[in-house]
C-alpha cells in the first residue's frame, strides 16, 4: 500500500472520527436543553457520561492527528485539514465543557417565570442548531453553508444580549429566591454564548481548511 494511500485512509478516518465526537457534542446539547425544560437525575448523569467520553476521545484524536502529521508528511491542504481537526476537536472538548459547567444551575430553571425560561430554552435550542449546522459543514466542506452559521450566530448574540439586560433588569426589581434564581441565568446564557463563540470558531477554521486563508471573525 503506498503511502498517498494510507494517507487517504487515515485522512477518511480522522473526519469520520471528528464528526463522531461532533455528534456527541450534539448528544450532550440535547440533553441539556431537556434537562432545561424537566431536570431528572438520570439525564444529568447521562450527560456527566458522555462529556467524559468526548474528553477520553479528544485526547485519542490528538494522538491521530500528531502521528499523521510526523509521519505520513502531508501535503498542503491534507495540512490544513489536519491542523483545522485539531483545532475543531478542542473546540468541541471545550463545548461539552461548557455544557457540564452550568449544569448545577439549569435545575433552578423551574423556579422562574416561564416567559423567561421559555425564551432562555429558545436561545439553546439556537445554540444546538448552529452546532448542527457547523457539524455538516464540517463533514461536507461545502463553503455554502457559511452563511448559515453566520446567520444564525447573529440570531443567538442578538437573544443573548436581550435576555442579559431583561434579567439585570428583573433581579434589579425582585428579592428572594426567585432574584437569585433568574441572577443565576445570567451564568446561563453566558456559557450558551461561549458554546456559540466555539462553534463560530470552528466554522471559521472549516473555512480555512476549504480556502486556505483565514478570513475576518464572524460578528
Known amino acids: 500500500m503506498s503511502t498517498r494511500t494510507t494517507l487517504r485512509r487515515d485522512l477518511s478516518d480522522i473526519r469520520e472520527r471528528v464528526y463522531s465526537l461532533g455528534e456527541k457534542c450534539m448528544e450532550v446539547s440535547d440533553l441539556y ?19 467524559n467520553e468526548i474528553k477520553s476521545e479528544s485526547k485519542m484524536l490528538n494522538n491521530q492527528c ?3 502529521l510526523t509521519l505520513q508528511q502531508p501535503l ?15 473546540n468541541l472538548e471545550k463545548t461539552s465543557e461548557q ?6 444551575i439549569i435545575s433552578s430553571l423551574n423556579t422562574i ?3 423567561l425560561k421559555e425564551q432562555i430554552i429558545d436561545m439553546a435550542n439556537k445554540v444546538k442548531d448552529l452546532l448542527r449546522i457547523t457539524l455538516t459543514y464540517y463533514l461536507s466542506l461545502n463553503n455554502d453553508a457559511l452563511s448559515n452559521t453566520k446567520n444564525k450566530s447573529s440570531e443567538i448574540i442578538y437573544a443573548h444580549n436581550f435576555l442579559y439586560k ?19 441565568m445570567l451564568a446561563t446564557i453566558r456559557a450558551l454564548e461561549k458554546i456559540s463563540d466555539l462553534t463560530i470558531t470552528t466554522a471559521e477554521q472549516i473555512n480555512y481548511i476549504i480556502v486556505g486563508t483565514q478570513e475576518e471573525p464572524m460578528t
Open 33 to 51: 436543553n431537556s434537562l432545561m425544560e424537566n431536570y431528572s437525575k438520570p439525564l444529568e448523569e447521562r450527560l456527566i457520561d458522555i462529556t
Open 66 to 68: 500528531f502521528l499523521v
Open 76 to 90: 498542503i491542504k491534507d495540512l490544513r485539514f489536519v491542523i483545522g481537526s485539531l483545532q475543531i476537536v478542542l
Open 99 to 104: 455544557y457540564l459547567s452550568t449544569l448545577p
Open 166 to 184: 431583561l434579567i439585570l433588569k428583573e433581579v434589579a426589581e425582585i428579592t428572594g429566591e426567585k432574584a437569585s434564581a433568574e441572577a443565576q
Open 113 to 115: 417565570d416561564i416567559s
